[in-house]
Every structure is written in structure tokens, then in C-alpha cells.
């Protein structure tokens, strides 16, 4: 059984910073994609940042570009997102995604087909 496991949330003062980590198990992804996405109260899912894990290449919503940065073990299915200049519109619940599969674009809901149960961030004015 797959499961992936997200920690690192909490509530933290604008501008401060924030690491989630997510563990995957039941299945190796070294071929694959990891990513996080997040919901704010009354919005839809949006994506956030992935990393492929064949090649490195990494990619981030234009909210986040240059503010944060996706990392990860590949050896031990574990991703990171370290989160800086943390502002009150990141609030959401934030939730780590993965797949197997080729994504051309990894930015969609669909094209992930395991998904952690999510973890909530606060950022306080």
C-alpha cells in the first residue's frame, strides 16, 4: 500500500520559513514525479512546485517561483519544501503528490495518482 506522509506544517509570522517533508512507502518513485500542491479555505487545489526525479529538473507556480525551493532523497522517496518570505496568502493546507507515470506538464491534479493527506500551514500578519 502506498502511502505518503507529509510533516512540517504549523503556524509561523509573515515572513518567516517553513520545511515540509514528505515520506513515501509502499512504492518507489526514482523514475517518477513528486510534487506539492495546496487548498486555501474556499479555493480550488492549485500546484505548487515538482521535481522529476530522473534528471532533477524542478518547476514552480509563479506564487511561489523564487521563494521557495523543492528537494528530495531519491534514495529514500522523501521530498522537501522549504518555504521563505512566507505571506498570509500561502495559508492552506498543503499536500504532496506523486507518480509513476510520464506527465508532460506535472502541473494538473490528474496527472498524480498518489496523494498524502495534507498538512496545514498558517502565516499570521
Known amino acids: 500500500q502506498v502511502q505518503l506522509v507529509e510533516t512540517g506544517g504549523g503556524l509561523v509570522q509573515a515572513g518567516g520559513s517553513l520545511r515540509l517533508s514528505c515520506a513515501a512507502s509502499g512504492r518507489s518513485f526514482s523514475t517518477g514525479t513528486m510534487g506539492w500542491f495546496r487548498q486555501a479555505p474556499g479555493k480550488e487545489r492549485e500546484f505548487v512546485a515538482y521535481i522529476r526525479w530522473s534528471g532533477g529538473a524542478t518547476y514552480y507556480g509563479n506564487d511561489v517561483k523564487g521563494r521557495w525551493t523543492i528537494s528530495g532523497d531519491n534514495g529514500a522517496s522523501t521530498v522537501y519544501l522549504q518555504m521563505n518570505s512566507l505571506k498570509p496568502e500561502d495559508t492552506a493546507v498543503y499536500y504532496c503528490?506523486?507518480?509513476?507515470?510520464?506527465?508532460?506538464?506535472?502541473?494538473?491534479?490528474?496527472?498524480?495518482?498518489?496523494w498524502g493527506q495534507g498538512t496545514q500551514v498558517t502565516v499570521s500578519s
Open positions: 503528490a506523486a507518480t509513476n507515470a510520464f506527465c508532460w506538464q506535472c502541473v494538473g491534479e490528474n496527472e498524480y495518482r498518489y
